[in-house]
């Protein structure tokens, strides 16, 4: 597992575990990050700032790096592999 501050730029993921308090979880998840949801790191901040994520529903925000750090995520899922160009 691995936090999703680490992930590498463009490699989609599976939330695996989210480390947050009941608020914090529960925010997350209506924005679509969920355990077993999908992400993936478009950008990454300059100097440790926010990364900008897309989730699986196609919604995009920045994500500040100490909350990426919270969220952990397992194999890339199933989604993702099928969206890549054959």
């Known amino acids: 597992m691995l936090a999703l501050s680490a992930l590498p730029v463009g490699s989609p993921r599976a939330v695996a575990r989210v480390s947050l308090d ?9 924005v679509g990050i969920g355990v077993g949801d999908e992400v993936v790191i478009l950008r990454r901040g300059a100097l440790g700032g926010p990364l900008h994520v897309r989730t699986h529903t196609g919604a995009e925000f920045a994500l500040a790096l100490e909350l990426a750090g919270a969220i952990f995520v397992g194999e890339p899922s199933a989604l993702g592999e099928s969206a890549e160009p054959a």
């Open 22 to 30: 009941p608020d914090g979880a529960a925010w997350l998840a209506a």
